[in-house]
């Protein structure tokens, strides 16, 4: 039997909604802005994920909690959202991995939560309205102080968060994905045949282990570090990952990327994707609401096949604004945005979405394939 419990908790957004909860999580308040994820699984793997920094992540699955928390599934060292937004929380779990309860992880970090929030409501309206600034509050202030607060926080638009989720030193990566391993044709790599540079502007452990079990061994350096320092690392590939905030806030990245096309093998996927863009010329814009979620169908073109892909961006690269002799190869199939791209003639390509996935299906792990295959034809 569930103990009723006060309605202590508060979510009020910048438009004057107000959804009223319990806290679950740490109290006091917090500001960002809220979106929604459509994945049925996996909610430590996105509490844990950069690219959600600064958002209130609303889970549209309505029952949250009852598979606990464990070691094994984190994608960085510690919850990174803003806040947690569900209808059920489950304090109860089970699970042979847990190692503990979803409220108390997010009472020793500090994360804000709220349940019993009716989320249908709340992602219908952000569907609508599109995503906005939001705040949620344990502290019994009034709405209308919230709501000054709410308003007087900066937008997603113009925001460099890369910077507060990279790493503050360069790391050695060479772990791979047992006992947790996608079933590759010939099962993963054996020998680390290529050296990577990783740049990190909130890179998921789940990439790093895709890149592990793909042949590579992986460096992994700071948002900042200057191409010359990554190039003295004498790599046979560099790969940009996903992050948060607006792409176009990231100019240093941007600049890194543009001086590096040309000189050997790039990847990239979310972030990486859209400062790949940037970096040809091109430019990002604001989708109303993102993406975010395991089950978005993207075509690959070259082929015609539909991937089932695990997505989590709110930018997107605008294909108008790409030079001649960019090949268009991803497009979403919800609203046709483009999902990715390849340079051959500066062997560089790009995925919005996230082929790693975690959570999410396997179906695009061969684009890692597709950068060892790069990197090994270089060396020809």
């Given at each position: 039997m569930r103990v009723q419990q006060t309605m202590d908790a508060v979510l009020v957004l910048e438009d004057g909604r107000v959804f009223p909860g319990r806290s679950?999580?740490?109290?006091?308040?917090?500001?960002?802005?809220?979106?929604?994820?459509?994945?049925?699984?996996?909610?430590?793997?996105?509490?844990?994920?950069?690219?959600?920094?600064?958002?209130?992540?609303?889970?549209?699955?309505?029952?949250?909690?009852?598979?606990?928390?464990?070691?094994?599934?984190?994608?960085s060292i510690q919850p990174q959202?803003?806040?947690?937004?569900?209808?059920?929380?489950?304090?109860?779990?089970?699970s042979w991995r847990a190692r503990g309860s979803l409220s108390q992880l997010l009472r020793d970090y500090g994360i804000v939560a709220i349940s019993d929030v009716d989320t249908r409501a709340l992602t219908r309206h952000?569907?609508?309205?599109?995503?906005?600034?939001g705040?949620?509050?344990?502290?019994?202030?009034?709405i209308e102080s919230l709501l000054a607060k709410c308003r007087a926080a900066p937008p997603m638009e113009g925001l460099d968060l890369t910077q507060v989720v990279t790493c503050p030193e360069p790391y050695h990566w060479a772990t791979?994905?047992?006992?947790?391993?996608?079933?590759?044709?010939?099962g993963p790599a054996q020998e680390l045949r290529f050296h990577v540079v990783a740049y990190d502007f909130g890179l998921k452990r789940t990439i790093l282990r895709r890149l592990v079990d793909h042949g590579c061994r992986v460096t992994v350096v700071p948002a900042t570090t200057p191409p010359e320092d990554a190039l003295a690392l004498q790599p046979d590939g560099i790969f940009f990952s996903n992050g948060p905030g607006d792409p176009a806030a990231a100019t240093y990245a941007v600049a890194t990327l543009r001086s590096l096309l040309g000189k050997l093998p790039i990847f990239g996927i979310c972030l990486g994707h859209q400062l790949m863009g940037l970096a040809?010329?091109?430019?990002?814009?604001?989708?109303?609401?993102?993406?975010?979620?395991?089950?978005?169908?993207?075509?690959?073109?070259?082929?015609?096949?539909?991937?089932?892909?695990?997505?989590?961006?709110g930018f997107a690269v605008d294909p108008d604004s790409l030079p001649a002799g960019v090949v268009l190869t991803h497009i979403n199939?919800?609203?046709?945005?483009?999902?990715?791209f390849d340079y051959p003639e500066l062997q560089c390509f790009s995925v919005q979405y996230h082929p790693e996935a975690g959570p999410g299906p396997h179906d695009a792990t061969y684009l890692f394939?597709?950068?060892?295959?790069?990197?090994?034809a270089r060396r020809s």
């Open positions: 679950f999580g740490a109290p006091g308040e917090r500001v960002g802005e809220v979106v929604f994820h459509t994945g049925m699984t996996g909610y430590q793997e996105i509490l844990t994920d950069p690219s959600y920094c600064g958002q209130l992540v609303t889970m549209t699955a309505p029952h949250i909690g009852n598979t606990g928390v464990n070691d094994f599934d984190p994608e959202v803003a806040g947690f937004i569900v209808r059920s929380y489950s304090e109860h779990y089970s952000i569907r609508t309205a599109g995503a906005m600034r705040i949620i509050s344990t502290t019994g202030e009034s791979n994905s047992v006992p947790f391993t996608p079933p590759y044709p010939n040809l010329g091109g430019r990002t814009y604001k989708l109303p609401f993102g993406h975010h979620g395991a089950n978005h169908p993207v075509r690959y073109l070259p082929t015609g096949r539909v991937e089932i892909t695990s997505q989590n961006h199939l919800n609203d046709q945005t483009l999902e990715g394939a597709r950068f060892a295959e790069a990197m090994a």
